[in-house]
């Protein structure tokens, strides 16, 4: 199922068809699921799997808390399946406030803000020449990997359009042998009365 749902993903987004959705949700409930979903599997590995926020995010913004969620329960359970020891962090900091130019602008359309998200791992990292195919559809960074952690090499390919329709970017950062951070930026609106 896991599968085929990633490749029905994949098939909307090339297809121009995959729509986000605009509705109220927490930044901190979603951090919390996420780390509620892996705690016992990064648990039973021995490893320390914590988060850490920005005091300023606001408590409600408006986005697709699913599609938010996807990418993350990608980029965490890559760390998690990819460390044999030490701890997993989940970082999550506002990086700027976007606004209208003008008052009109501004009346007419919700403040934003810019949100980075970080999954730093101490796993076994990536080699420097496999970094440029991390986001290419069907990608592993080595065949053996296929046998040895399963997956369909299209999880990083759907993050990168998902971070993408949300007017957001997403890099990596890795040495071999020693661990991995995974960042990605979106920008998420702030109704107005949290915006004000």
């Known amino acids: 199922m896991v599968v085929l749902n990633d490749i029905l993903d994949y098939s909307k987004m090339e297809a121009g068809k995959l729509v986000l959705e605009k509705i109220p949700l927490s930044i901190q409930t979603v951090v919390r699921d996420i780390v509620g979903l892996f705690r016992f599997d990064a648990a039973n590995r021995q490893l320390l799997l914590e988060s850490s926020m920005d005091e300023g995010i606001p408590e409600i913004l ?13 980029l965490v359970g890559n760390a998690v399946k990819f460390t044999k020891e ?30 980075e998200f970080s999954v730093k791992d101490s796993g076994i990292g990536i080699p420097r020449e496999k970094m440029g195919s991390l986001f290419q559809s ?28 949300m007017s ?29």
């Open 62 to 74: 408006l986005g697709d808390s699913f599609r938010l969620r996807q990418i993350l329960i990608n």
């Open 86 to 115: 030490g701890r997993i962090d989940l970082f999550v900091r506002a990086v700027g406030r976007q606004a209208g130019t003008d008052a009109a602008s501004v009346s007419a359309h919700n403040h934003s803000i810019k949100l």
């Open 138 to 165: 069907f990608s592993q960074v080595d065949s053996a990997d296929t046998r040895k952690y399963g997956g369909t090499g299209l999880g990083l390919a759907i993050a990168r359009s998902l971070v993408e329709l």
């Open 168 to 196: 957001g970017e997403i890099w990596a950062e890795s040495t071999d042998g020693e661990g991995s951070c995974f960042s990605f930026t979106c920008i998420l609106e702030i109704p107005m009365e949290e915006g004000t």
